[in-house]
């Protein structure tokens, strides 16, 4: 079946550096993809989202890549700060049938070291 | 907060208790949902609700059974649950089922834990 998938689980960084976390996802059809981000204790939260007519889009330091050829998804995060540790997880939309229900991935966890 | 309420934050339950898990949005959203996050695992669809009819039902078992008296509330009820249940469960909302417009609000969950 169709699944979103990310290659790392765990990532590690200095604050400060740049951080690139990505998302493989397999339904060609998906037209709609979100990052969000979930901190200890607390829910999803929406980071930031692209379109599939779009290949790049850039919020307040993050900014994410979209390649359809490869059906690839990246976020990434500049000057990475402390406050920034969470999971991050992708999501794809795309009509399955008569549903527009999404597909989530499993997230990666990012660890920021002071 | 995001503007979706979840309460409990935390509930522990025995296999034969009865307890009901309460959502509420003031976003004016149409479309609430239910989901599970277990660990390490993708989060699981279990219920949509659109315009206050149930749109999705994903296969969950019959000891999950969820209530939406109106857009705004979305309850999930629980009896007879297995320790594998234990999870945290998560409500959400949206403008419409299709999920534009920035995708879904997610509450901060329920983390269930049943002994």
């Known amino acids: 079946g169709e699944s979103v998938g990310l290659h790392l689980p765990t990532l590690s960084v200095q604050e400060g550096d740049n951080s690139i976390i990505n998302c493989a996802y397999s339904?060609?059809?998906?037209?709609?993809f979100i990052w969000y981000k979930q901190e200890s204790g607390k829910g999803p939260q929406f980071i930031i989202d692209?379109?599939?007519?779009?290949d790049k889009r850039q919020g307040q330091r993050v900014t994410v890549l979209l390649n359809k050829t490869v059906k690839h998804l990246s976020l990434q995060i500049a000057a990475t700060q402390p406050g920034d540790s969470a999971v991050y997880f992708c999501?794809?939309?795309?009509?399955?049938?008569?549903?527009?229900?999404?597909?989530f991935g499993r997230g990666t966890s990012l660890i920021v070291h002071p | 907060e995001t503007g979706v309420t979840q309460t409990p934050r935390h509930l522990v339950m025995g296999m034969t208790n009865k307890k009901s898990l309460k959502c509420e949005q003031h976003?004016?959203?149409?479309?609430m949902y239910w989901y599970k996050q277990s660990a390490k695992k993708p989060l699981e669809l279990m219920f949509v609700?659109?315009?206050?009819?149930?749109?999705e039902n994903n296969s969950v078992p019959s000891r999950f059974s969820p209530e939406c008296p109106n857009s705004s509330h979305l309850f999930l009820h629980l009896h007879t649950l297995q320790p594998e249940d234990s999870a945290l469960y998560l409500c959400?909302?949206?403008?419409?089922?299709?999920?534009?417009?920035?995708?879904?609000?997610f509450g901060s969950g329920t983390r269930l834990t049943v002994v």
């Open positions: 959400a909302s949206s403008q419409d089922s299709q999920g534009f417009n920035y995708g879904y609000t």
């Open positions: 339904n060609s059809a998906s037209d709609y």
């Open positions: 692209i379109r599939s007519n779009m």
């Open positions: 999501a794809e939309w795309g009509r399955t049938g008569g549903s527009y229900i999404p597909t």
């Open positions: 976003l004016g959203h149409n479309a």
């Open positions: 609700y659109n315009f206050k009819e149930q749109t």
